[in-house]
């Protein structure tokens, strides 16, 4: 596709996009009575204008109703979350019993270790990505040390070669057959935090697999955000929050996924009544009979309060489809690529995108290494009304979203950073 750095082109470009009438369902935050240039979806997602109304509905039901709001509410608390199961399953490529929601990210990741890390003498050890997001690496660390062994040997990093940013594929599956029958658990981020990277979750799954090892992702950064195929390719478990891609508001609800292969398999676990047998969970027998499905992971009743705008924001997605986000995803990336690179040329600098450039590689986050430019430049572009992310030392993370991002906004954001850099 052919990019111009202009005004006219994105505006034309927003004319044609099917998303641009979405932009009016968020809210964004102001300043100087314009609304800003959002790029930290990756972080938080913008608030859904529906999500207040899900929130309303669940406190006037608790005035109105009090504790009959349980099974007598507009949407009752009891089974809050079974409305989950048909369209978070569909975004996730998993089919509905796969799916639920509960408790936080580390959290869950944590609750799924306890069915899926069950390390031997002989099969210990757990393979993930080097410097992973610190949850995942503290988390991983204290799982091995709880069962008695030690990082040390225990915990497998995948490298990034020398000098270079991302991870090689080739690296991985090489890694998991050098550790092959000592491999209990091979759990990595499906998407990098830090520079975008998207993971080949196939080939890595089977790949773990093939040593006999379980499989689990970490898809904070990738609900929301690109096509899963979970159920197919045969991942055991995964676990991702829903407040970054999937705009559900601060530290909302978790959603995790259990193939279905596991769902009769009587893996240990943590318990509680919210996972115990539907039809006989309000019998208050003394014995644990697990759900046969991801919501047999349950523990407590759930947060509904909290739930309701990741409610709000799973009908929105799914009303939308993933198909045409991530068709917009790549054209808008791209064009955000383009203007850097615009930027760069026009006031001599060197922006290096440490992002994949393959478009199999990457999705709605480019991280963009800013050579010569220092943290001024990002206290400029906040205070002209760009919201990005600065990771030191001179990294910023632009995560244009095809829900809310207009081609516009590109544009508008290479005008500006230019001058910022004109003007340090
Ligand atoms: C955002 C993020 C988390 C956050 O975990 P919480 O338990 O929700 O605080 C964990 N892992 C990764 C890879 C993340 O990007």
Redesign the pocket.
């Known amino acids: 596709m052919n990019f111009t750095n202009s005004l006219d082109f994105a505006l034309q470009m927003d004319a044609q996009d099917p998303l641009a009438k979405h932009k009016s369902e968020f809210i964004f935050p102001k300043m100087n009575d314009k609304p800003v240039i959002y790029f930290t979806g990756n972080s938080l997602g913008l608030q859904p204008k529906t999500a207040k109304t899900y929130v309303d509905e669940i406190m006037d039901n608790w005035a109105t109703l009090a504790v009959e709001g349980h099974f007598h509410g507009s949407k009752p608390w009891w089974d809050y979350q079974e409305r989950f199961a048909e369209p978070l399953s569909a975004l996730v490529g998993a089919k509905p019993t796969e799916v639920t929601v509960m408790n ?4 869950n990741l944590n609750l799924l270790m306890v069915s899926f890390y069950r390390p031997t003498s002989k099969r210990y050890k757990i393979i993930c990505e080097e410097k ?2 610190p ?2 690496q503290y988390l991983i660390q204290n799982q091995i040390k709880h069962h008695g062994f030690d990082p040390k040997d225990a915990l497998v990093e995948v490298k990034r070669r020398e000098g270079e940013h991302n991870f090689r594929m080739e690296d991985i599956v090489a890694k998991i057959h050098e550790v092959g029958a000592e491999a209990a658990l091979v759990l990595i ?1 499906g998407i990098n ?1 830090y520079t975008g990277q998207v993971m080949d979750m196939e080939n890595i799954t089977k790949a773990g697999h093939a040593v006999g090892a379980y499989v689990g992702w ?1 898809l ?2 990738a609900a929301g955000n690109v096509a899963l195929e979970l159920n197919k390719w045969g991942v055991d478990f995964a676990s991702w ?1 829903s407040y ?1 891609y999937m705009n559900a508001g601060p530290g909302s609800v ?1 959603g995790i996924f259990v193939h279905e292969k596991h769902h009769h398999s009587n893996l240990p676990r943590f318990a509680g009544w919210w996972g115990h047998n539907k039809e006989r969970r309000f019998l208050m027998e003394p014995t644990f009979d697990p759900v046969h499905g991801a919501e047999g992971w349950q523990i407590s009743n759930l947060p509904v309060l909290s739930l309701a705008p990741y409610l709000a924001s799973v009908h929105q997605f799914a009303s939308i489809g993933m198909d045409v986000l991530i068709e917009k995803r790549d054209k808008i990336t791209a064009y955000l690529d383009f203007i850097l690179q615009e930027v760069a040329r026009e006031v001599g600098g060197n922006f290096e995108v440490i992002t994949p450039t393959d478009p199999q590689e990457r999705a709605s986050q480019l991280s963009v290494l800013l050579h010569g430019e220092g943290k001024t430049l990002f206290h400029q572009l906040m205070a002209a009304g760009v919201v990005v992310d600065w990771r030191e030392p001179n990294v910023i993370r632009l995560a244009p979203v095809p829900l809310y991002t207009s081609y516009e906004d590109v544009y508008a954001f290479g005008v500006i950073l230019k001058s910022c850099i004109q003007h340090k």
Do not use: E, M, P, R
């Not at 936080?104 to 959290?107: A, D, G």
């Open positions: 936080t990210l580390s959290v992973a997001f949850s995942d981020g935090y970490d904070a950064h929050c970054k978790s």
